[in-house]
């Protein structure tokens, strides 16, 4: 039986965030949470697969036909701009004999989905138009089988899906994530996300556990320690206290910091959109299971996560300014080496502490001191989704 189906009686449940009675130390999973193939499975079917994830920049799809193959938990998806310019994804499945219907990580067609296999051939909604002997064949229901679609929405600037048969409220589920940071949607609107220009990708492999990413992303009691850059714009940052742990708090910029660079130094055109009580601020939002969404004043930077394995995570990081700030040419490397550092001595750390996940120290698991209590509700969530 594996620790999935029967958890060690002797490991402790995860504590209750601020709960009184769990004392200054709250205990966090165990190590084999991190480490067990079937708590890795059991988490792609049940949190990946069944909730709504973030895939693609809707400026990677702004063509009608361009396309994008992306993993969902065990899924393989594909995502096209149609000829109608409306977003559609599909499982990447023919249904002749399930070949793989798009190889290629990314690319542009004309007007269909051709399978390299038999040539089955699906227009851009999905519909089989065309396959050898087909006109010979009156009696198949081109629409039912055509290719399977896959819920989707455009927000933010981006492509949600969700391979559920029935998808959760995607108002609940995502933005509702954004009111529960926030404390309303309003908040991100003022940042135009969806009007902004990719001005830097970056991917990063992380040999660590997703769960690790998350919780990472979600504190700062390391931040003083691993992140003098960071800590040197935001200087509260170095008191342990995430800004993620307060509703609606942004942290604030040092008093001689000019902009969210790498040296303080000034950044870029402002967003314009921009509530006053925004500027100077940093908001960070993590939106479950893989998404991390930063607000600076005049950029925002975005994470999309994807868990292929126990111990193994990848990140697509994008950097988004305004459109001229693009255009213009400008150098763009002080605001993105910023977030870039932080993101190597981040996933450097979680590097560090997946070894240890099965360690016959860590088989009960750690602890959570109270700048970290919010992990608990995390922990809670994951555990409640796999009971």
């Excluded at 709250?26 to 909730?51: C, K, M, N, S």
């Excluded at 929405?153 to 492509?159: D, F, L, N």
Aim: proline share 6%.
């Amino acid at each position: 039986m594996t620790a999935l189906e029967q958890p060690p009686v002797t490991a402790p449940r995860v504590g209750s965030a601020g709960s009184a009675s769990a004392g200054s130390l709250v205990p966090t999973l165990p190590g084999h949470w991190y480490t067990d193939p079937a708590i890795f499975e059991a988490e792609q079917e049940r949190i990946v697969e069944a909730g709504w994830v973030c895939v693609a920049l809707s400026a990677d799809l702004a063509e009608p036909g361009a396309y994008r193959t992306v993993q969902v938990g065990r899924e393989s998806v594909v995502v096209v701009r149609g000829r109608d310019r409306a977003v559609r994804a599909f499982f990447n499945v023919c249904r002749h004999r399930g070949a793989r219907l798009c190889v290629e990580p990314e690319g542009k067609v004309r007007n269909k989905l051709q399978c390299p296999y038999h040539a089955w051939t699906y227009d851009l909604a999905g519909k089989l138009i065309a396959a050898p002997n087909l006109t010979q064949m009156p009696d198949v229901d081109r629409i039912g089988y055509g290719l399977v679609p896959v819920a989707v929405r455009e927000w933010i600037g981006y492509v949600w899906v969700c391979v559920a048969p029935e998808p959760p409220s995607f108002e609940e589920e995502v933005m509702g994530a954004v009111v529960t940071r926030l404390g309303d949607v309003e908040s991100i609107d003022h940042y135009g996300i969806e009007g902004l220009a990719l001005g830097r990708r970056i991917s990063y492999d992380v040999a660590a556990n997703w769960k690790l990413v998350v919780e990472n992303f979600m504190e700062c009691y390391h931040c003083a320690t691993i992140h003098p850059e960071l800590t040197e714009v935001l200087p509260e940052f170095a008191d342990g206290y995430a800004a993620q742990y307060y509703v609606g708090h942004g942290a604030e910029f040092g008093e001689q910091v000019r902009g969210f660079t790498v040296d303080g130094s000034a950044g870029h055109t402002r967003i314009p959109g921009i509530a006053e009580d925004q500027d100077r601020r940093y908001y960070a939002i993590t939106i479950r299971p893989g998404v991390f969404v930063n607000l600076v004043p005049d950029h925002v930077i975005v994470h999309r996560m994807t868990p292929v394995a126990a111990d193994r995570t990848l990140v697509e990081c994008d950097w988004l300014f305004l459109p001229e700030v693009v255009r213009s040419g400008v150098d763009l490397d002080r605001s993105v080496e910023l977030f870039h550092r932080v993101n190597a001595q981040d996933f450097a750390a979680c590097e560090r502490t997946q070894p240890a996940m099965s360690s016959r120290v860590y088989a009960h698991g750690g602890a959570l001191v109270p700048s970290e209590h919010h992990i608990a509700e995390f922990h809670h969530w994951v555990q409640a989704r796999l009971a």
